[in-house]
């Protein structure tokens, strides 16, 4: 069964969202903001390309095979957008990065057990 373009993109929408702050954590958490932009964008890219491969086939979406290029590059650049303009926003506003954030200012991993509590 084929699905309708609304579950398509509330599916597309998700997994934008999904990828952007998935990058958001790896450029803060994993990297410590040592990524390189060639490296964080083919990050990026392999994500769309298997996450979108993954769902679009899985959940049958229309068009396929032809369209999937234009979904996984379509993926991409949302992802992109969305992350450069409100995911970034997001996590300060939310003070999800402040631990990377200290780290970079050289306070060690010891001292920040006590921010767990």
Do not use: H
Request: glycine content about 10%.
């Amino acid at each position: 069964m084929i699905m309708g373009w609304k579950v398509v993109a509330a599916v597309v929408a998700a997994l934008v969202l999904v990828i952007g702050f998935g990058m958001e954590a790896y450029k803060k958490w994993l990297r410590e903001d040592k990524a390189g932009k060639r490296e964080i964008t083919a990050v990026a890219a392999l994500l769309s390309l298997v996450l979108s491969a993954s769902f679009s086939f899985g959940l049958d979406f229309p068009g396929l095979p032809w369209t999937y290029p234009g979904y996984a590059v379509g993926i991409f650049l949302l992802q992109w957008f969305i992350d450069q303009k409100a995911i970034k926003r997001i996590c300060k506003a939310l003070g999800l990065f402040a631990k990377a954030k200290l780290k970079g200012y050289g306070v060690e991993e010891k001292d920040l057990g006590v921010l767990d509590e």
